[in-house]
């Protein structure tokens, strides 16, 4: 059971909008910035959003976050088949003093 | 290029201990916090363990604490992770990941990961 609660799965078709929710407690979200993170199997983990809603460079601006309270949201516009991936949230957690992740939603374009 | 290569995986017995490696290469790794995180088969992922800078900073995970530790020699552009009385479900893929910041705010570089699997 993870400290973070995302939804297993989420879908949707090329050039639709798709949002991923993650949800927290005062501990982590309340009290700290949201990452999320692509995954793609056999590969390395790649950083997609930074302290709640920045992107690195190089990540496209079709990818967005957000927060609101103990919640964060990552969405992504214009669906694309190379976004299918597993996504998960991270958000360091003051009573536990480290970072904690969300069980991963596996995004699947149809 | 930036990279990072983790190494030291491998297959070994509960109870048993194994030293993890990451060589950092393409930027200079003393500016940055490090960290482990691992993937069990079929699971998420789970932070281990994290360093700051200059290893002022240490943090870990509950479910390793006492157990693993983390270090780093920065002359060495390097991170380890000793793990001690392994068990069962610390069998994963374990990553290093570089910080962004000093301390801990996000991963932004992540190596491909080394594999260590607990079993008798």
């Known amino acids: 059971q993870s400290v973070l609660t995302q939804p297993p799965s989420a879908s949707g078709t090329p050039g639709q909008r798709v949002t991923i929710s993650c949800s927290g407690s005062s501990s982590n979200i309340g009290s700290n910035t949201v990452n999320w993170y692509q995954h793609l199997p056999g590969t390395a983990p790649k950083l997609l959003i930074y302290?709640?809603?920045h992107r690195p460079s190089g990540v496209p601006d079709r990818f967005s976050g957000s927060k609101s309270g103990t919640s964060a949201s990552l969405a992504i516009s214009g669906l694309q088949s190379e976004d299918e991936a597993d996504y998960y949230c991270?958000?360091?957690?003051?009573?536990?003093?480290?970072?904690?992740f969300g069980g991963g939603t596996k995004l699947t374009v149809l | 290029e930036v990279q990072l290569v983790e190494s030291g995986g491998g297959l070994v017995q509960p109870g048993r201990s194994l030293r993890l490696s990451c060589a950092a290469s393409g930027f200079t790794s003393d500016d940055y916090a490090m960290h482990w995180v691992r993937q069990a088969p079929g699971k998420g992922l789970e932070w281990v363990s994290g360093i700051s800078w200059n290893s002022g900073s240490i943090a870990y995970a509950d479910s390793v604490k006492g157990r693993f530790t983390i270090s780093r020699d920065n002359a060495k552009n390097s991170l380890y992770l000793q793990m001690n009385s392994l068990r069962a479900e610390d069998t994963a893929l374990y990553y290093c990941?570089?910080?962004?910041?000093?301390?801990?705010?996000?991963?932004?570089?992540w190596g491909q990961g080394t594999m260590v699997t607990v079993s008798s």
């Open positions: 990941a570089k910080d962004i910041s000093a301390w801990t705010q996000a991963f932004d570089i």
């Open positions: 302290s709640n809603n």
């Open positions: 991270a958000a360091w957690d003051d009573s536990l003093n480290g970072w904690v």
